[in-house]
C-alpha cells in the first residue's frame, strides 16, 4: 500500500504518469499527497462494494500463488530441510482455508474421553 500511496501522489503532483487513464474531471491540489492508510481505507472499501463473483476471482488468483509457492518449497521439502517442510503444513492449511475446505482437528478434552476396545474373540 505504501508504493501505491507514493504513486497516486507523485501522479497528483505530475512527477509520474498515472498507470491508466484519468477521466478529465479529475484535478489534484497543489502539492497533492495521500497517505499509506488512506489508500488502505479506500481499497477495502472499494472491496466491500465489489460482488461476490469478484470474491471468486481474488480466491482463484490467491490458490494460484500459494500453488507457486507451495512448489517453489519442493526442493527444500525433497531434502527434508524443516523449515521449508513447516512453511509447506502453513501453505497448504491457509489454501485449505481459504477454499472452505479446511477442518479444524478434533480437541481431546482428557485422556479419560479416549478409549480403545479389544475384542479377544471368546
Known amino acids: 500500500m505504501a508504493a501505491i500511496a507514493v504513486h497516486i501522489s507523485r ?9 491508466s487513464p484519468l477521466p478529465g474531471v479529475i484535478v489534484f491540489p497543489p502539492n497533492y499527497r ?6 488502505f481505507k479506500s481499497y477495502h472499501k472499494a472491496m466491500d462494494r465489489q460482488p461476490a463473483i469478484d470474491a471468486e476471482v481474488f480466491r482463484k488468483e490467491d490458490t494460484a500463488r500459494m500453488e507457486e ?5 519442493q526442493t527444500g521439502i525433497s ?24 477442518v479444524e482437528p478434533e480437541q481431546v478434552s482428557s485422556l479419560s474421553s479416549f478409549q480403545i476396545i479389544i475384542h479377544s474373540g471368546r
Open 11 to 19: 501522479v497528483g503532483q505530475n512527477q509520474e504518469q498515472a498507470l
Open 34 to 39: 495521500i497517505s499509506e492508510s488512506a489508500v
Open 69 to 73: 509457492m507451495y512448489l517453489k518449497l
Open 79 to 102: 531434502k527434508g530441510d524443516p523449515r521449508h517442510i513447516d512453511t509447506a503444513v502453513r501453505v497448504l492449511a491457509h489454501k485449505a482455508k481459504l477454499n472452505g475446505y479446511a
